[in-house]
């Protein structure tokens, strides 16, 4: 069955449909944004600084493993049944998540979060990959982006007055009502016909792909801290990763319905946009997870306040995201995947350079360079790829790219925190106050609510936010060099036009 005859029956109906696909990506965007603005509350609430990147790491890791699981159902089974589990249990999540009573419980519920937000994201873009034309697309994705501009603009705000008043725990049950009437949308307009026939579950290639994950965010987010990154221990467990990777890699080459299908990797534009969405996952996860705490720890501004500089960086996403499709018809994709790496250096530049003095304002224009080249490549990835790959493949090309960027976050969330709490614990031992002297990671939990600067006696509160200031420092250095990194990958795009139709040859 061709594009065209599939796309035909949903015509009638693509306006709604395209409405409940929005809002169910406007429940993923608003999870991203106001849980990390929320962040600081809860750990000041919650305690447990040390576990801080385990709350996004926990939730990265399932979304990253079951999204490749999600992409690859959705073509044998069909997109609406395979989002109304993944939506269902990401509910279920987040409502556990808003009854968390320590820290330790918050990470558990965000494991089941994470287990069904792996199918939002990925599906929701491929229904619309099926249902409007090649030339269609490039419009619709900056529709689509459109959701993180207004999510963005929504969700730091809301999240800020949700913890200012009644408590962080509403940032997660706000998902709830959103959730079911996408899901109401979805099971009333979109009418599927789906070849029925005996299908393969990758179940070993999931498990081995949760073995390595698991074993290398361990080590990452504890490398440093009770894991010494050159003890017998480190060795082992990235053998362990290692090995389980390549279990992986030979089992989807060989059995008979991989989660990912290597065959579309062959495409050399398909290849160089996963890479680049590797890093750009590293950079993104960077910035998002920690901007607030240097907000509001460092600079000393509110929860709302610190919302607002990651909300540029998700009105810049957007309003790229439009521009970018009417960039990738005018100058093709190559041009505008350049200038949305150029951006990201530039976002990436002005972080490393930003300063306690500079202010909310300063983080806030570099979150909006940075969200600016995340919309102009973004765009011209997923547009290439749906337009590279027939439908039985398209779930699952889509499913790649977003497991790669996502798997980028899971590894630079764990990374970076693991590199943040070495550096405030280096520190605290340098410093000559014995007060300071025997700190642990903790101590910065003062740092992140007003009534805890001000217990703190004067020398404490500076060496804390010192340390806080050039622990980060360091993050956003990997973050510029990560930035450097995906504009020179860039560079290997092919330089021609919008693949048109079946490049990946069908199975």
Not at 216 to 229: A, D, F, P, T
Request: glycine fraction near 10%; proline fraction near 3%; charged fraction near 15%.
């Amino acid at each position: 069955m061709n594009d065209s005859e599939k796309n035909k029956p949903q015509h009638k109906y693509r306006p709604f449909i395209l409405a409940s696909v929005m809002l169910a990506m406007f429940v993923g965007a608003i999870e991203a944004t106001i849980v990390s603005t929320a962040m600081p509350s809860i750990a000041a609430d919650l305690g447990g600084f040390d576990l801080y990147s385990w709350v996004f790491s926990s939730y990265l890791l399932m979304s990253t493993v079951t999204v490749l699981i999600y992409g690859k159902l959705s073509d044998l089974y069909g997109r609406k049944p395979v989002m109304t589990f993944g939506m269902s249990l990401f509910l279920i999540g987040s409502i556990l998540c808003g009854l968390a009573t320590s820290m330790e419980w918050l990470i558990a519920f965000r494991f089941i979060q994470g287990i069904g937000a792996g199918a939002v994201l990925p599906i929701a873009t491929t229904i619309v990959g099926d249902i409007y034309t090649k030339e269609e697309r490039a419009k619709i994705q900056g529709y689509l982006s459109s959701v993180w501009g207004i999510s963005a603009i929504m969700g730091p705000a809301i999240g800020g007055l949700l913890v200012d008043t009644i408590g962080w725990q509403f940032v997660f049950w706000v998902n709830i009502p959103l959730g079911m009437l996408s899901l109401i949308g979805l099971w009333v307009f979109l009418d599927e016909k789906v070849q029925k026939k005996k299908h393969h579950i990758d179940i070993k290639g999931a498990i081995l792909l949760t073995a390595a994950l698991t074993v290398l965010l361990y080590l990452l987010v504890e490398g440093g801290i009770s894991v010494g990154w050159t003890s017998l221990t480190a060795v082992v467990l990235l053998s362990a990763a290692v090995v389980f990777f390549i279990l992986f890699l030979r089992h989807e080459m060989k059995t008979e319905e991989p989660m990912m299908p290597f065959s579309i990797w062959k495409n050399r534009s398909i290849l160089i946009a996963n890479i680049v969405s590797l890093s750009t996952g590293i950079l993104i996860i960077g910035i998002s997870s920690y901007l607030p705490a240097f907000v509001t720890g460092v600079m000393e501004q509110s929860a709302r306040v610190a919302g607002f500089t990651l909300t540029a960086m998700s009105i810049g996403w957007p309003i790229a995201a439009v521009i970018a499709g009417r960039l990738l018809i005018r100058i093709g994709y190559y041009r505008t995947s350049l200038i949305g790496g150029c951006s990201l250096v530039i976002g990436a530049v002005l972080f490393v350079l930003m300063e306690p003095s500079y202010g909310p304002w300063w983080a806030a224009v570099s979150s909006f360079f940075v969200g600016t080249g995340m919309g102009l490549t973004t765009t011209a990835f997923i547009v290439t790829i749906q337009s590279a790959v027939p439908w039985n493949l398209r779930g699952a090309a889509t499913a790649a790219n977003i497991f790669m960027r996502n798997l980028g976050s899971t590894v630079g969330v764990a990374l970076l925190g693991g590199i943040l709490n070495a550096s405030l614990l280096n520190s605290f031992r340098s410093n000559t106050n014995e007060d300071v002297n025997g700190l642990g990671v903790n101590a910065v939990n003062d740092l992140l609510t007003k009534e805890g600067r001000n217990d703190l006696d004067g020398d404490i509160l500076n060496a804390l936010q010192q340390a806080m200031a050039t622990g980060l420092k360091s993050v956003y250095a990997i973050v510029l060099f990560i930035a450097v990194i995906s504009l020179i990958l860039i560079l290997f795009l092919p330089k021609k036009d919008i693949p048109s139709g079946r490049e990946v040859p069908e199975k």
